[in-house]
């Protein structure tokens, strides 16, 4: 079975405690940023906007994460590196740090 990401197991801690911790869920809806500091260490770039929403029955929302493929133009050594079978990728690491590998 794969491991989630960290962003992932995040996540899955902050909507469990949130389920369980009436004064933890209105902190984090309240204020995200300064919740995810004081209860996870997590600092959120001033630069970066934590929406927190909270579904009901009548009110779901479905999270697409952003995308991973660039619209700029593979560099030469890229397209090589496609073309010989390797692969380039990016991922997104937690929230807001952008990491590619080849």
Same mark, same amino acid.
């Given at each position: 079975?794969a491991? =989630?990401? *960290? /962003?992932?197991? @995040?996540?899955?801690?902050v909507?469990? /405690? =949130?389920?369980?911790? =009436?004064?933890f /869920?209105?902190?984090?809806? %309240?204020? *995200?940023?300064?919740?995810?500091?004081?209860?996870?260490?997590? !600092? #959120?770039?001033? %630069?970066?906007? #934590?929406?927190? @929403?909270?579904? %009901?029955?009548?009110n779901?929302?479905?999270?697409?994460t952003? *995308?991973?493929? !660039? !619209?700029?133009? @593979? !560099?030469?050594?890229?397209?090589?590196?496609?073309?010989?079978?390797?692969?380039?990728?990016?991922?997104?690491?937690?929230?807001?740090?952008?990491?590619? %590998?080849?």
């Open positions: 079975m491991t =989630a990401n *960290p /962003r992932q197991e @995040l996540e899955t801690q909507a469990e /405690r =949130a389920a369980q911790d =009436a004064a /869920r209105s902190r984090l809806m %309240s204020n *995200p940023a300064d919740t995810l500091f004081q209860e996870f260490n997590i !600092s #959120v770039p001033q %630069s970066a906007k #934590v929406t927190v @929403l909270e579904e %009901s029955a009548d779901f929302y479905l999270i697409l952003a *995308p991973t493929v !660039s !619209s700029d133009k @593979l !560099s030469d050594e890229q397209l090589e590196s496609v073309a010989g079978g390797g692969m380039f990728g990016c991922g997104l690491q937690l929230f807001w740090t952008m990491s590619c %590998s080849n």
